[in-house]
């Protein structure tokens, strides 16, 4: 209980006192401290001198009352003698001492505050005093335990008390803030912290962000838990407290960043990386994109640095995983566009990204490289500073476990990513051991053996497990390329056609094969079943089950698209549809299947279904059927797919190809063939490119021969009275613009341009839209075929029309005997007068043929009276420029190679699908030149204006001189061979960015010089 006493003085109380404790003290004083030790006195006004206090609160344990400052203000400042300086001094020391080993509580931080009050100058000035032997100093003290009252009334009193300039500050004061500093970093004493980098912002540098990055090494980052920071699920008592000691954390750091805006710099974020702090990184990462009291404005050149790909590889080199992930998501992912997905990233992705994939590999990172490919897979492919990831690999990681994981993951993107000749240029190149990537099997001859027999043969290891040593070095990845078979629908001899009436397994028991060899994927299955007697829709399910496909063309007619696992439920999707991108539909006209399919479709698109091709089979019905048919399923189709967005093909064709049928080649396959596999990527992203530009005119190239074969079926053109056919199965097409006979019967009826009746024209004509897919095609027909006699009066008229089509190219992959009058001289004068490039073929007899036109109007004639500038001879060589045994040595502009060449069969007509000579040659390089007018016009857009400072045969000449061989010692014997992998100036590679190889090629001063 407290006891009350009178205002009067205290010796009229004695009598009260001595009632009040039972004891008889000498004087007032003795009774007092008597009561004071029986815990029933409670006051403090009592006490006269700084000693009886100091007594007190020792042998009390602290001052016991509630509100004691008001009364001990008084007492502290009754005397103001050095004596009592230094017991208030001690008595100070005192309570700050509990204060930091935590005996006392904040009434003592108040009585502190109170002394501090009452201390003179030459007392104050003490408070930074360290005193070895003492410990340290009263202000570090304060600081460390969060005193934040106490440091302020410290730092104004020193302020109000010192004479000295603050950029004079004595080392010893210094020192002590700085001690004090760090003692409140290590405490997170957020308001201490405040107070002093107040008094001096200078005291905020860098090694107190190092100290709060260490102190937090081990505290996981809040950003990886949920979306903006924020916990997933309910949170524990322990979680909160976490979370608020994370909050407290980035508070004291974003206290000394907003002191000292430097500190948000590089070293923050490299230490923060390594030793690394997921907390503090994750806070650097997102402070600027954030709002609230716990984030601060970064500067834009931190912000520029945290993107650069520097940040990025030091990244890779010194952080964690925790730390890689990080950043993924918050620079990556949120502000370089690596969410729009593979087949939309920018180039400056693909950029970065490659670089960052290399780094991850020169460094083992498997978690990196594992996320980089799952993001933009084509990095796999993506080839930087010369070199592929797989070659990085092989050069630069050593035979461990990190090696294997990584080759296990590269591989497999690469298989998926490229091209197969790509494919296997980077896994030669890298010279990394790779099983079999694909099983090409689509050329075994079903005619005259069994597939059924070289089936059981091949997987007889998979029937028979104890026979180990069959086979035992064909091994596969476990993603394929494909897996093509042969064509299961023969003719059976007679007598055996009960075989069509059996049930057939093979395919199921090859891809069960493979499935016990450890495939998982197959990019593409391509089966080509039977009509009759085909796999069962059953059957089908259990041979895709447990593989990735991503293009699934199984000739099955009516496929069921519901062939469900048993293991899952009717209402789920099929198990093939999980990874299905392409998917083949064969239709007999069956209303109810094309029901089932469109009902399926949707379903599909959701999973990831991106295109389908719907065939009707004319086999089964007749063409008119067939015709309606197909209307039916394009109206059907476009209404359901449209929506939904599926890409989708309806189209006619038969079952099977027959004895008088061919099957015609693809453009790609041919112009592979022409100008080699890497002029052909050139082309493919050329094609891209020019399609997207609708305003661009493409090169006109003339082709003067024997015609092409055509149907009867018009399409559009600028002239509605002419009705132009469509060349019959070809893909090539839509290139021919618009077509004239000079060739008449006996009757004097013209012959059609369109009904050839010699492969010769169509083949060239093939070969040049093969290598400039986008050129605009007018041809011209001279005779009845290669070998029967054209005469001068054809060949010029048909060279003024072309000349009247404003042709740039003229191709006449032919030779006559006949000009007498010189009427196709002045008609190659003509065509020249107007700027276009004639190219003619020379006559492949060797040495022993006499005159030849055009090719004797050649540029470089041996006849000087007879050259005409801008007609071009071509012969034919090998590929290496060696020339044919048929061919000419001299007397004409250029040598391309003219060798075993695929052009394709042509459809009802006798052909050949690979051919020889100059005429191949020719065609090879009026292709070769419509594309470099092509390219040309894609960089510049102005072609009027260039076309007065250089020609279209300037350039022509130009970029065919940049194509001749280089070599010195191949130069004198072959010095006119042209190589059409130097169409830009230099080899060109796997992965070469077009818009920048464009650009430099077909700029305003491209030169040799610029690709070597």
Known sequence: MTLILSPEPMATNVRFLQAFSGKSPTNTRDAVWSLWKQKKFKHYLWLTSIDEAIQVYRDDGGFQQESPVAELRQLFQKTDTLYSHAKRWELFNLVLNDLQKGKADSTENIIAIALSEAFPEECFKRIFENGRQKGASPFVKASSIGASDLVGKMLQKYRETSTTDPENTPIEVLTNIQEALKQATTESHLAVIEKILAHDSRFASQDR????????????????????????????????????????????????????????????????????????????????????????????????????????????????EAVWQIYCEEILVSRNNWADGPDKHEESVENQGSQLLHQAIKHRKVYAVKWLLEHCPKLSVYKTQGSYPLEILTAHVPNCEARKIMRDILVPSVIRNAEMYTVRTILNTSKVEVNEISLPLSQFNTRDFSFADYVFGLTSSAVQPSDRHHLRCLNFEKVLKSVDFPDLNVRFPAGIQDEMRTDNSEIETVLDWLRRKGVEEIMNINVPDRLYSSHTDLTIRNCVCGFKVENLNWRKMNLYLDNYDADWKPTEQPVWAKSLKKLSLFSDGTPAVHDHWISRLPKLRAQGLQAVEVYVVEDTMSSRRANEVHRELRKRFRTICDPIKLDYTI??????????????????????????????????????????????????????????????????????????????????????????????????????????????????????????????????????????????????????????????????????????NRVIRK???????????????????????????????????????????GVFAVTACDGRGKPLNISKEKGYS????????????????????????????????????????????????NEAMLDRELSRRQEIIRRFELMKNEKLEESAKYPLYVRPFKLCGAKMQDDFQFEEVLIRAFGDKPSRDLWT
């Open 209 to 320: 962000v190092n100290q709060i990055i260490t102190q937090n090494a081990d505290r996981p980052s809040p950003f990886l838990q949920g979306c903006n920071g924020h916990a997933i699920g309910p949170r524990s008592p322990s979680e909160l407290a976490r979370r608020e000691a994370d909050e407290q954390s980035l508070k004291v750091l974003c206290a000394f960043m907003a002191a000292n805006s430097r500190l948000a710099g590089r070293e923050t974020f490299q230490k923060a990386v390594y030793p690394g702090s997921q907390l503090i990184f994750g806070y650097l990462l997102r402070a600027d994109r954030e709002g609230g009291a716990t984030y601060v404005q970064m500067p834009l050149s931190f912000r520029q640095h945290i993107e650069s790909e520097e940040a990025g590889q030091y990244v890779l080199q010194r952080g964690k």
């Open 651 to 820: 189209s006619k064709q038969r079952w099977s190809i027959s004895d008088e049928q061919v099957e015609q080649r693809k453009l790609g396959e041919i112009n592979s063939s022409a100008v080699g596999p890497k002029v052909a990527n050139f082309i493919a992203k050329f094609n891209n490119a020019h399609k997207e530009i609708t305003s661009l005119h493409s090169a006109k190239v003339a082709v003067i021969d024997s015609g092409v074969v055509g149907v009867r079926h018009s399409i559009e053109d600028p002239n509605p009275s002419n009705q132009l056919p469509v060349i019959h199965g070809s893909d090539f097409a839509d290139r021919i613009v618009a077509g004239r006979s000079f060739v008449y019967d006996r009757d004097g009826e013209e012959v059609p341009w369109y009904l050839a009746s010699d492969p010769h024209g169509t083949q060239m004509t093939r070969l040049i839209c093969a290598i400039n897919p986008c050129c605009e095609v007018y041809v011209a027909r001279v005779g009845e075929n290669s070998k029967s006699a054209m005469s001068a009066s054809s060949i010029e008229k048909a060279i003024d029309w072309a000349v009247d089509r404003g042709v740039d190219i003229i191709s006449m992959s032919l030779a006559t005997t006949d000009d007498e």
């Open 827 to 869: 008609a190659l004068e003509r065509a020249t007068d107007k700027d276009i490039a004639v190219f003619c073929s020379t006559a492949d007899e060797g040495n022993n043929s006499g005159s030849a036109y055009p090719a004797d109007y050649d540029t470089n004639s041996e006849n000087a009276l007879s050259r005409i500038f």
């Open 894 to 941: 250029y040598r391309l190679v003219g060798k075993d060449v695929l052009v394709g069969a042509v459809p009802f007509l006798r052909s050949q699908e690979i051919v020889s000579g100059s005429s191949v040659a020719t065609a090879i390089a009026a292709g070769l030149a419509s594309l470099v007018l092509s390219c040309r016009r894609i960089v510049h857009k």
